[in-house]
């Protein structure tokens, strides 16, 4: 299977550009659109995102975006934003939300959330790692075991950090994925 950096780049810039239009159209309160997206942001916001531009949106945009922009290439590290944000923080999501019973440390994230995040990680890890266009390999036994470690410190550290993770997660995890695999 064969995909193409280049297409997910240029995908991926597009979609950015469309969301800082729709967040200066709805920031400036242009027109009835400002009214339709502000609806739709309402659901989807968090005390985090409080002044007159929202930026959860664009952080997770930017945050999918920016390991692949830098890489070129399909691999671990330049998908690390769309699978630590975009796979394994949905699940953690949708796990904790239906299934979590005990949270962590007084916050609203719950264990079986992290859970979720961390099994999710390292499957899609799995994934990409099998249709990934590296042509070095590495003993599959280290590769799992450091896929594992990295996927359970990142679920831990989306669990507990009160940043914005979509943006955090994301680096810590380009960067320890460029250093260990």
Known sequence: MYISPNAISLALGIAFFFMFVSEYL????VGQVSIAIDKF????????DSGKVIMSHIYLLFGCSFPIWLEGKISISSFSGLLAVGVADAIASIVGTRYGKRTWFKSKKTIEGTVGFIASLILSCFLVDYISTDSFQMSQYYKAFIITVLSTLIGLLEAVTLQNDNLMLTMVFYGLSKILL
């Open 41 to 48: 942001y309402a659901s989807v916001i968090d005390e985090k």
């Open 26 to 29: 709805r920031a400036n309160k």
